[in-house]
């Protein structure tokens, strides 16, 4: 069974992952509203990911016989001025995301809770992924994204990310086949 302090900070988690998921689908409209389809397909394949680690928490907590409880869900900016102003925003989000990743893991070593462990160092590496994508292309629009062409040059490289299978935010993975 679950410790109760380990399993309240995890179900905030949950919290947090899901605003992840509706910050990065905001940030995809936006892109899309400015034509850069690229970056706005990224972040569509961002925020799928993000309900992917929600739902690892969820999970996690229901197998362990506690009981999760779903917090409202706050959304703090919708409206960004550049493409660089948005990489700057995603890479302080995951900064952030990544300081709650390891208070959790502060408490479950204080209350020793080996189980909960090796899926919580799952979450370690993937924050440095995570800080690592997001900071990488903040620096490119930097550099790169300050003319008009190195924008959409990038736009187009970011536009190759794949989905994870079956994403519902791929816009061809319920595409009817043809004469269907
Ligand atoms: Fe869930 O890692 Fe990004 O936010």
Redesign the pocket.
């Known amino acids: 069974m679950i410790n109760e302090k380990v399993r309240n900070i995890m179900n905030e988690q949950i919290k947090h992952?899901l605003e992840?998921y509706y910050v990065y689908l905001s940030m995809a409209a936006w892109f899309h509203s400015q034509d850069l389809d690229g970056m706005g397909h990224w972040m569509r394949v961002?925020a799928h990911?993000?309900t992917i680690?929600a739902m690892k928490f969820f999970d996690h907590i229901t197998d362990r016989d506690g009981t999760v409880g779903l917090l409202d869900l706050k959304q703090e900016k919708t409206a960004w001025t550049s493409a660089e102003e948005i990489w700057k925003d995603a890479y302080a989000?995951?900064q952030f995301?990544t300081s709650k990743i390891h208070a959790i893991m502060t408490v479950v070593r204080k209350e020793g809770d080996f189980s909960a462990e090796p899926m919580l160092n799952w979450f370690v590496n993937?924050?440095i992924e995570?800080e690592l994508n997001t900071q990488k292309i903040w620096k490119q629009c930097q550099t790169m994204g300050k003319t008009k062409e190195g924008l959409f040059m990038l736009d187009r490289e970011l536009a190759a990310r794949i989905f994870p299978a079956g994403s519902p935010f791929d816009p061809l993975a319920y595409q009817q086949p043809a004469g269907v």
Do not use: A, R
């Open positions: 992952e992840s961002q990911e993000e680690h989000h995951e995301i993937e924050q995570e």
